[in-house]
């Protein structure tokens, strides 16, 4: 009788507990403090004092080694500096950077992934600087083209990405998707690298028609890179800059999704993917196409993971449009961002700025890495896909030609491209059903927004 | 436990005659009575570290993501309460519904066919003594004790385009069989499904080989007497008396099939298309890679509700005359 009362008292008191905490506040976060702009900043570092940064990033082997070599120089450059690097994987750090940058031992300075996943999120978190005051201080929207300036820039009121402040900084890096092609097989072929879309298909087919796979790819774990690097050959630059930063009056069928979804799906059904590609996850078709199989390949820069050795080999052109202008998807491979809690964003900001500099676009170059944002880099001849990325990213710099990745537009479009790419695949989707798929992805992700 | 049970028993002896109205309360029932409640007190503080770690680490991110699943949050800026539309959203949203059948699917791979073969070797194996039993059972039993993504990375490698299985299939002319397994809108799902077949199947078949040494060998004999064969023995008494091995294999087997993440994580990633997206890969999905905070705790908390159901089900059945 009283052991039943006590749990009836138990059971009341627990119930009573939960309400209490249900009715509470709402779940916790960074607060809704928002434009944390620092309010007097200065260029002057050899006059901080003594100063401690914590930097955290993703950046493993060759990057790794550049972001460990740049951090030399710059400490090498203000000795009253010192950086601590820590290093996280690419998942690790994206699914936990907003809990680190809410810590008060957290980082000064980190890599975002840019888009509304990642920094837009951190940014309307009030967990990031807006970085204007150190915009103005050192010229960055002059020294830096505005297709990519625009990638780290957001409305205050988080409506809007690609236009208002800024709230990351690109580097003296970048990250592009274009079409590498294994040289020795087109020498054996006696096929020049294509300039243009029609005689890489003319490639393709003289490729096929030697026994080759023309392109090496795989859909298994829904690779977008080929869809993508098409569509920046097929659309209008501005249109999918605006597609991408969020204008509701521009469709996907604005911005050559039908046309790229149409042309993949043309070369998978001529035979010009491998036979089972459909089975063959990623890793798997990067392997191949470095051990050899496979003419060409669409794929991000710095994914293949080329030896010096094979730089030779393989070579990149990133195809202009019909118009003979070069429009090329492309990023710096990291969004540099300063924590709001940073003691030190005077530092920070001139770190940043640091790594814009050409000296850290040479110390890429030297360590095989595509530079940007710096003209005059000397690369070596022996690495002939170095030269090729180089010259693109030049190209891209100087044309303004950069379009960012297609999945920042919402943050489920990576997904949403990857599973319907697999449909269209299998015929189970028409390409028109693809891009109304990807339109309604994005107008709910925007319809959420407002 | 003793102790309570003694103090209660000493109190209701003394408590008798000082509830005699209108009389005080002797003075020993008195000291009696404080007694109890400090000893109470007593093992409440022994056991307060204990509970309040539990309390820490399961119960407040328990309340947390049943407070969390009334929100659309990113998990960063300001949430907004939305009710329950993130169940609605759970329930009705074509793809996330598409979650339930495709694991309605893996728990018959996960579940019931396992059961049915672990059932039947048991019944097999029990009959009659063969040597080396001991290295068959640990043989079948091994797949248990592998971690899932060894075991996700190595079918990975037996279903590739030019993977084991095809290369088989192809060296005994079936090679129109051959496919892309994972690859394949029709195949990807029970591909799968095989692979939680070949994980649970040893767990079932070891759980039930024990449970059949523990009837009493006279039963069987009876029966034989009474001139049952091998079938009727099963049905009449191998399988009334695996009961309770049966509750705990189905319990812990469509929990296992209702969790399902790792195994379709490393291979599909929930493709092709979204043929093999389980919830709780959706749940990943929304948690981690969209900020969706809100829409990931919704679906934890039916998961945490359905396995909670599934076991409850399960032993109140089980334990039925």
Known sequence: MNVLRARVATTAAVAAGLALTMAACAPGGGGSKTSDEPSTVSTDITSAGDVTLKLTDFWGSAEGKWIEQVIADFEKKYPNVTIKRTTEDWGQLNSTLNLQLQDDDGPDIATANNGWQSLGTLAKGGLVLNLDPYVKAYGWDKTVPTTIARQNQFTTDFKTMGSGSWFSTPMARTSLIGLYYNADKLKKLGIDPPKTLDELEADAAKAKAAGEVPFEYGSLDGSTSVLLGLQAVLANKDKLNDYIYDDPSVKASDVAMTDAVTTVKKWADAGWFPKDFAGIDYQTAVANFVGGQGVFRWEYTGSLGLDAKQQGHFGYVQLPQASGKTVGVGAAPGAMVVSSKSKHPDVAAAFLDYLMSPAAGQAAVDLGLVPALSPDVTVPASSLSLTGESAAAKTLDSDDGYVPYFDWSSPTMLDTLGQNLQLVFAGKMTPDKFTSAVDADRDAFLSGQS | ?321
Request: aromatic share 10%; proline share 6%; with cysteine.
């Open chain 2, 1 to 321: 436990m003793s102790s309570l049970a003694r103090s209660t028993s000493a109190r209701t002896e003394a408590g008798a005659p000082a509830s005699v109205p209108g009389a005080a309360p002797s003075a020993p029932a008195v000291r009696r009575r404080s007694l109890r409640r400090r000893r109470r007190w007593v093992g409440l503080a022994f056991a307060a570290l204990p509970l309040g770690i539990y309390g820490l680490v399961v119960l407040v991110p328990l309340v947390q993501s049943i407070q969390y699943s009334f929100y659309q949050w990113d998990g960063v800026s300001t949430p907004s309460w939305v009710g329950v539309q993130n169940y609605v959203t759970f329930l009705t949203d074509p793809v996330l519904r598409s979650t339930f059948s495709h694991v309605l699917v893996l728990i018959g791979f996960f579940a019931l066919l396992p059961i049915a073969l672990g059932l039947l070797s048991a019944a097999l194996l029990t009959r009659g003594q063969q040597h080396g039993m001991a290295i068959y059972r640990w043989i079948f039993f091994l797949p248990q004790v592998m971690t899932t993504v060894v075991i996700a990375l190595v079918f990975k490698r037996i279903y590739a385009p030019d993977g084991p299985l095809n290369q088989a299939l192809r060296a005994v002319g079936l090679g129109s069989l051959a496919r892309t397994w994972l690859g394949d809108f029709t195949w990807a799902l029970p591909a799968l499904g095989l692979i939680g077949t070949w994980v649970t199947f040893g767990f079932c078949m070891v759980l039930f080989i024990s449970g059949t040494s523990a009837i009493a060998p006279e039963l069987y004999e009876a029966a034989r007497v009474d001139g049952a064969g091998p079938v009727r023995e099963f049905f009449a008494i191998t399988l009334p008396g695996l009961r309770g091995q049966l509750a705990i294999a189905l319990t812990l087997t469509i929990t296992a099939a209702l969790r399902t993440f790792d195994l379709v994580w490393i291979t599909t990633h929930g493709g092709p298309g979204t043929s093999t997206l389980t919830p709780a890969v959706a749940l990943y999905k929304a948690a981690f890679q969209n900020p969706q905070v809100g829409l990931a705790a919704a679906i934890g908390v039916v998961m945490a509700v359905l396995c909670l159901a599934v076991a409850l089900v399960i032993t109140r059945v089980s334990e039925r005359d």
